[in-house]
Nanobody, 112 residues
Framework: QVQLVESGGGLVQAGGSLELSCVASGFNFNVYSLNWYRQAPGKEREWVAAITPASETRNYAHFAQGRFTISRNNDRKTVYLQMTSLKVEDTAVYYC?????WGQGTQVTVSS
């Protein structure tokens, strides 16, 4: 059974940083690309970033470029999202996605 568990969200002031983690289980983590998405209140879920199995390619949404970094540790079956220079508009529930499965999400709130 595929399971993804996010953590690391919280309340931070604008300009601050957070690192999200997503621990995976129930599938061969090392051969799958991993994605982060987010959903702000009243908006559709949007893609944030993706990383290929050996971290050879990382892609970012335009709003994440230069501020967010996706990484993974295949030994720990964990994918990370390092977020810096956070803005109020980054407030959202952040989700990990892999192999057709979503995590439960972790709330990120950025205050002005």
């Amino acid at each position: 059974q595929v399971q993804l568990v996010e953590s690391g969200g919280g309340l931070v002031q604008a300009g601050g940083s957070l690192e999200l983690s997503c621990v995976a289980s129930g599938f061969n983590f090392n051969v799958y690309s991993l994605n982060w998405y987010r959903q702000a209140p009243g908006k559709e879920r949007e893609w944030v970033a993706a990383i290929t199995p050996a971290s050879e390619t990382r892609n970012y949404a335009h709003f994440a470029q230069g501020r967010f970094t996706i990484s993974r540790n295949n030994d720990r079956k964990t994918v990370y999202l390092q977020m810096t220079s956070l803005k109020v508009e980054d407030t959202a529930v952040y989700y990990c996605y892999a192999k057709g499965t979503w995590g439960q999400g972790t709330q990120v709130t950025v205050s002005s």
